[in-house]
């Protein structure tokens, strides 16, 4: 396909990786929806419309959904262990089923309750602490992980545990942003034996890390699961089994953090991204108050089983996923398992292939004003993300925040549970704008910084949220009070028993230049 000019050894000349979906839209708009460019000797093809996403992901699967060999992240750190990262081979489907008993569309009525109570406590914090509502969000995705994972709950952001996952999560992304390494952006040099290649000595030090890590969370689960103690989580069941299914321990600990990491911050990324949706359209905050009114009432804060009857409030969590995806920065490459034709391109084998949905998301013609925060886009629109995703039509699909084809997330049934929790209660008890200056202006957001991350959460900004009336704040207050007394049988309130091993890690990390939160 066409493309920049591009030298055959050192590839395309300034070839962006800081926020590249910026240059791939703007590369297509010269060239064409389908563009090449080149990361050393690697060929990537960047995919600009739904319609060749769906084509090639979807329909094209068996050809589309393998990954690039990424021998440094993913068979050198992660130990081959990454689900993520891992190849379109028996390993990724033996994990992808492992995933799927953890946070697939059986696990949604079961998680349930966890994603209720951490919700209660996210509109608690808010009410406590509204200047750190960056943090609180993150701290309600890391606790639903955690505990879904490992059966610990992450009570407070600053929790060992809390701090732990965090780090992790930035280590990671930084770690696997995909053309970061040389022995992967010129493959020739995996040649070169280990001792003839120095560069190589902090690879493995990160993947002794990592395997630190990794036994960090699994062997106190394990040690739970011998004292007879059964926390329901994916830990307890995976620690009773993993042997008979002819995983090693050390297999074992990596398939279960990579659980962890798989989702680390989705979810807290996207609720700051829509905070700041409403920072900018403070109408749609106020057409969401005006149905939750209407629906819910003042008494009581909404529950799972509303959403039916608030089209609003899930036509803005559609537009916070189109708006500002977590997955904005083109995420995980795709790559050919063998060559292809496609509208008269030769695709080789072993192309990295890029579905950068925010040329998608940014499309004027099916999206007016693509950078306004507008929730009325989906107003009419009554199929769920998952539902969504399964339509032969990729033009029909809401929008591309969970990936496509057979990449696409596992998670995305929990998730969008978890979300719709959330910010139905949050928009039910707040009121949200920006935050004032000393003369009373308000400061602005910049809706484009991202951080450095391979995914990109949003910079932290500064808001104002406030609750909406004393007597929303007291049923906020009430049922948290109410939750608090169920709690300790979902998970590990306390995650005394992990502390000192999370503490260790958050010790180690804080002094890793690569991790850029704690």
Same mark, same amino acid.
């Given at each position: 396909p066409p493309g920049p000019p591009s030298n055959i050894i050192f590839g395309t000349p300034n070839y962006v990786t800081y926020q590249p979906h910026h240059?791939?839209?703007? %590369?297509?708009?010269?060239? #064409? $929806?389908?563009v090449s460019v080149w990361k050393g000797?690697?060929?990537?093809?960047v995919l600009n419309t739904a319609e060749d996403i769906q084509e090639l992901c979807t329909k094209r699967g068996t050809v589309y959904s393998s990954r690039p060999k990424m021998f440094v992240f993913h068979d050198i750190i992660f130990h081959g262990m990454f689900i993520a990262s891992c190849p379109?081979?028996?390993?990724?489907?033996?994990?992808?089923?492992? %995933?799927?008993?953890?946070? #697939? $569309?059986?696990?949604?009525?079961?998680?349930?309750?966890?994603?209720?109570?951490?919700?209660?406590?996210?509109?608690?914090?808010?009410?406590?602490?509204?200047?750190?509502?960056?943090?609180?969000?993150?701290?309600?995705?890391?606790?639903?992980?955690?505990s879904t994972v490992y059966g610990y709950r992450a009570h407070d952001i600053h929790h060992p545990s809390a701090l732990a996952l965090l780090m992790m999560g930035s280590w990671?992304?930084?770690?696997?942003?995909p053309t970061r390494y040389i022995d992967d952006n010129w493959p020739i040099l995996q040649r070169i034996p280990r001792a003839l290649a120095p560069w190589r000595r902090q690879y493995y030090k990160d993947a002794a890390l990592l395997l630190k890590i990794a036994k960090a969370w699994w062997e106190p689960c394990k040690q739970r699961v011998k004292d007879g103690i059964n926390i329901p989580c994916f830990a307890t069941d995976f620690a009773k089994t993993y042997e008979s299914e002819g995983w090693s321990n050390d297999e074992a600990s990596m398939v279960t953090v990579s659980l962890l990491l798989a989702g680390a911050g989705t979810t807290g990324a996207t609720l700051n991204f829509l905070i700041m949706g409403c920072c900018t359209n403070p109408e749609a905050m106020r057409k969401a108050h005006e149905e939750?009114?209407?629906?819910?009432?003042?008494?009581?804060?909404?529950?799972?089983?509303?959403?039916?009857?608030?089209?609003?409030v899930r036509a803005m969590i559609k537009e916070g996923l189109r708006w500002r995806p977590f997955s904005n920065q083109a995420g995980f490459h795709h790559a050919t398992s063998k060559d292809d034709v496609y509208k008269g391109f030769r695709i080789p084998a072993g192309t990295r292939i890029i579905p950068n949905a925010y040329s998608i998301h940014q499309d004027e013609k099916k999206y007016p004003n693509p950078d306004n925060f507008e929730p009325m886009r989906y107003?009419?629109?009554?199929?769920?993300?998952?539902?969504?995703?399964?339509?032969?039509?990729?033009?029909q699909r809401d929008h591309f925040g969970y990936g496509a084809g057979r990449r696409i997330c596992a998670g995305m049934y929990v998730a969008e549970a978890s979300l719709f929790i959330?910010?139905?209660?949050?928009?039910?008890?707040?009121?949200?704008?920006?935050?004032?200056?000393?003369?009373g202006k308000d400061i602005p957001?910049?809706?484009?910084?991202y951080d450095g991350g391979l995914f990109g959460k949003p910079e932290v900004y500064k808001a104002c949220i406030a609750p909406r009336s004393p007597a929303h704040a007291k049923v906020i207050r009430e049922s948290f009070a109410e939750a608090t007394t169920d709690v300790r049988s979902l998970a590990d309130e306390s995650n005394d028993g992990n502390l000192a091993g999370m503490q260790e890690l958050v010790d180690i990390l804080k002094n890793d230049p690569d991790v850029t939160v704690g």
């Open positions: 240059w791939y839209r703007n %590369l297509s708009k010269k060239y #064409g $929806p389908i000797t690697n060929l990537h093809i379109y081979n028996e390993s990724w489907r033996k994990q992808r089923k492992i %995933l799927t008993l953890c946070v #697939g $569309p059986s696990k949604i009525k079961a998680l349930q309750p966890c994603q209720e109570y951490e919700a209660r406590q996210y509109m608690n914090d808010l009410l406590n602490s509204p200047e750190n509502f960056y943090l609180h969000a993150e701290r309600f995705g890391t606790s639903i992980l955690t990671m992304e930084h770690k696997m942003h939750l009114d209407r629906v819910i009432g003042d008494k009581r804060l909404p529950v799972a089983e509303d959403e039916p009857n608030l089209p609003y107003i009419n629109y009554s199929l769920s993300a998952t539902e969504a995703a399964n339509l032969k039509d990729g033009e959330a910010v139905s209660k949050l928009l039910w008890g707040f009121d949200i704008g920006y935050a004032k200056d000393d003369m957001i910049d809706t484009l910084a």
